[in-house]
């Protein structure tokens, strides 16, 4: 473990904590892309399988329940609990293109053809692009709540921490994985623009607005 | 194929 990937980790669990109360405490979905969030259902479930054949670490497991109990949860708040005010007008990505293509990829491009690493694979893959639904539901409303935008900044930043973590890995460890730094490095290109209408807009009080 | 290696980060 490393500054970079504990801080990451740290950023990840803050975003997934954001969104849970947002949509808890608002008691509404609104701006929220439902499809992103079953994305991100499927990439915990795809890549925690061996949540209880491989203990890692006390940490390690107890991450992973948490994503994993937390995806689910948000899930079942905007499908079911708060379905009402879900803005499913505006939640319109096709998210079979995501997962069609990282699912034939994951087949292609892999460390070992097994079930369980093609499924990690697969994650891997589609975490990289899930977030897209979410980006394509802010620019088509032309806005997101400030909360909103502090969820994909903490959610944004995890993989870019990521990155420095792999770097730092390599460094010290004479570990990498270039699958894991590739599909890392397309999922921090994805968030630029977020980022860059982060900085300049919401972090000087403003509200994030795109142009429509 | 690539070396499978341990999957310890989450």
Known sequence: MNIFRFLGDISHLSAIIILLLKIWKSRSCAGISGKSQLLFAIVFTTRYLDLFTNFISFYNTSMKVVYVASSYATVWMIYSKFKATYDGNHDTFRVEFLIVPTAILSFLVNHDFTPLEILWTFSIYLESVAILPQLFMVSKTGEAETITSHYLFALGIYRTLYLFNWIWRYQFEEFFDLIAIVAGLVQTVLYCDFFYLYITKVLKGKKLSLPA | ?10
């Open chain 2, 1 to 10: 194929e690539m070396e499978a290696y341990s999957k310890d980060e989450l």
